[in-house]
């Protein structure tokens, strides 16, 4: 099956940085897609951005576009989001999920990782 590690939360001020990182391991992964999702409390789980493992294809949502990137080392097996210009609202928990397709619904990813808590203060 497949593992995935997040590392690189914490606590950071408003227009601070943070890099997230999401090792995978347990498959190879040349057909799959890699998004972040966040959940903040009391909120509903969305989705940040993906990128596919194969070509040069990535998604972002609207909230994040301009601040965030999403990248990924094949070498490494991981994918990384590098987090700029952070906002209070950009408080979660950031989960890594692989799935088949480029989804929004969280619902069409298979493995999730255990998440990293981001906490930006004001």
């Known amino acids: 099956q497949v593992q995935l590690v997040e590392s690189g939360g914490g606590l950071v001020q408003a227009g601070g940085s943070l890099r997230l990182s999401c090792a995978a391991s347990g498959r190879t992964f040349s057909s799959y897609v890699v998004a972040w999702f966040r959940q903040a409390p009391g909120k509903e789980r969305e989705f940040v951005a993906a990128i596919r493992w194969s070509g040069s294809n990535t998604y972002y949502a609207d909230s994040v576009k301009g601040r965030f990137t999403i990248s990924r080392d094949n070498a490494k097996n991981a994918v990384y989001l590098q987090m700029n210009s952070l906002k209070p609202e950009d408080t979660a928990v950031y989960y890594c999920?692989?799935?088949?397709?480029?989804?929004?619904?969280?619902?069409?990813?298979?493995?999730w990782g255990q998440g990293t808590q981001v906490t930006v203060s004001s």
């Open positions: 999920a692989v799935g088949l397709s480029p989804s929004v619904e969280s619902a069409l990813y298979s493995y």
